[in-house]
């Protein structure tokens, strides 16, 4: 308001008072009600907080990035199709079609994050293609991206870090079917379950709120299986053995035909390994007592899926008894075998037994 005096031609003074906003612009300034930053493919409704009777009210935008439900009206409800910034405009009319009211908010439509899921896990048996799709959002991770057009393959019991690209702001939601999830962040720990086909899904929400989400299918291949023994008794899971005794090792390993074990790595627990291709059954000497050793066998398919097997072993501090034989006979022919050392049982008793004879 700007107040003016005015002197009369008999020297009284009035006070006047304009209203210059009204008479400069020639309308009325009001508020339009609404979110200012909105999420592409949503709603958003819009208003002006106090109508006036008898003003015909109509809205438009700047740039036709949305649709209204309806352009007439106090209110109208907008959706938002896509990203990018416009200016809504609300004018009133009176029934002369005379502009009495406007208002505008400016409006930015922000784009839905796309979350890209990347691994360094891989499977001897898949490649993965590299992913060329466009998107809106930051740049895609280098790591190597999922093949959409399948299922990328896993272990049985395997435990793989998946890792979510995305905004610095966003928070991000996994969800895991075939395995057992574990998330931190944009990542996320998977010990995948039993052979079959499970999921991994990420859904990224900015700090805008607005969700984007990433699916992907997962194919769980089956793992190979270490079985191994030591003879005589192949079933036991922990043997006692004296000092410089040799303990033969009995392979039971298995696999699909489908993808075959191609590795076989053992590990006596005293420092020594061997690695075959082939199935064997090594023959390995402990000297070193009184020690408890862990060997372990672990065998590796054609898709680089392992699996271990251990075998507790206790050495004795005593030597055992030497055994003096022929070391080959023939068919039904009869030999006699005897101790090296015999009254010098010192590593236990000994009961005589024999296979194949």
Request: proline share 6%.
């Amino acid at each position: 308001m700007k107040a003016t005096l005015l002197k009369s031609l008999f020297g009284v003074f009035w006070l006047l008072c304009i209203n210059v906003g009204a008479y400069a612009i020639g309308y009325t300034t009001i508020t339009i009600n609404g979110k200012a930053t909105v999420c592409k493919n949503s709603t958003a409704t819009y208003s002006t907080p106090s109508p006036t009777a008898g003003i015909s009210y109509t809205w438009t935008m700047s740039s036709p990035i949305g649709s209204f439900s309806t352009t007439y009206g106090a209110s109208t409800t907008v959706l938002w199709a896509s990203p990018g910034t416009t200016t809504l405009t609300l004018q009133g009319r009176n029934s002369s079609g005379t502009l009495k009211e406007q208002g505008t908010l400016a409006i930015t439509v922000a784009p839905l994050p796309q979350p890209s899921i990347s691994t360094s896990y891989r499977v001897g048996c898949q490649t993965f293609p590299d992913d060329t799709t466009t998107h809106e959002g930051p740049p895609l991770p280098t790591a190597p991206l999922f093949d959409d057009k399948g299922c990328p393959k896993v272990c049985e019991g395997s435990w793989v870090t998946y890792t979510a690209s995305g905004a610095g702001s966003s928070t991000f939601t996994w969800t895991v079917s075939g395995g057992t999830a574990y998330p931190s962040g944009n990542t996320c720990l998977v010990n995948w379950g039993a052979i079959g086909i499970g999921n991994i899904s990420v859904t990224e929400t900015t700090a805008d709120s607005c969700q984007g989400s990433k699916s992907v299918c997962i194919e769980i291949i089956g793992k190979p299986h270490a079985r191994f023994g030591a003879l005589p008794d192949t079933t036991l899971t922990s043997i006692n053995i004296c000092k410089n005794d040799y303990v033969i090792f009995v392979d039971h390993s298995y696999a699909t035909s489908s993808s075959p074990i191609v590795d076989w790595y053992w590990d006596f627990g005293d420092g020594t390994t061997y690695s075959s291709s082939t199935s064997t059954n090594p023959t390995h000497q402990y000297t070193t007592p009184p020690n408890n050793y862990v060997a372990f066998l672990v065998v590796k398919n054609a898709c680089n899926c392992t699996d271990t097997m251990w075998l507790n072993i206790q050495v004795n501090e005593m030597e055992g008894v030497k055994i003096s034989c022929a070391s080959v006979v023939c068919d039904s022919s009869h030999a006699t075998y005897s101790l090296d050392n015999p009254g010098s049982l010192s590593c236990g008793s000994y009961d005589w037994s024999v296979m194949g004879g």
